[in-house]
């Protein structure tokens, strides 16, 4: 059974930076792909960045490349997201996502879609005030 756990969620003022963190259970070591999604309120989860776990291949989302790094551990199952320069526009829900069956496509839009992944964390809150 596949579990993920987000942390590192807060408030924080703008300017500010986060750090999230997700640890995986019940993945295959270094198989496939895990993410880092948002939702703000009334609006469809948006991808924010992914890794494709056997090569080491990181995809963050073009608006979000200068503020926002995504790390990975393969032999600790877990995916960290980095953010810096938080503005309020950054706030939202974040979930962790993850997937050891998808294909390497090379694609960052594969890899940011929210289809492309079976699992879910539950979400961590993530607040910005100006």
């Known amino acids: 059974q596949v579990r993920l756990v987000e942390s590192g969620g807060g408030s924080v003022q703008a300017g500010g930076t986060l750090t999230l963190s997700c640890v995986a259970s019940?993945?295959?070591?270094?198989?496939?792909?895990m993410a880092w999604f948002r939702q703000f309120p009334g609006k469809k989860r948006e991808g924010v960045a992914a890794v494709y776990r056997f090569y080491g291949k990181h995809y963050v989302a073009d608006s979000l490349k200068d503020r926002f790094t995504i790390f990975h551990d393969n032999a600790e199952n877990t995916l960290s997201l980095q953010m810096n320069s938080l503005t309020p526009e950054d706030t939202a829900m974040y979930y962790c996502?993850?997937?050891?069956?998808?294909?390497?496509?090379?694609?960052?839009?594969?890899?940011?879609?929210?289809?492309?992944?079976?699992?879910w964390g539950q979400g961590t809150q993530v607040t910005v005030s100006s």
């Open positions: 019940g993945l295959t070591d270094g198989r496939g792909c």
């Open positions: 996502a993850g997937d050891d069956r998808c294909p390497y496509v090379g694609e960052d839009h594969y890899y940011l879609r929210t289809v492309t992944y079976d699992h």
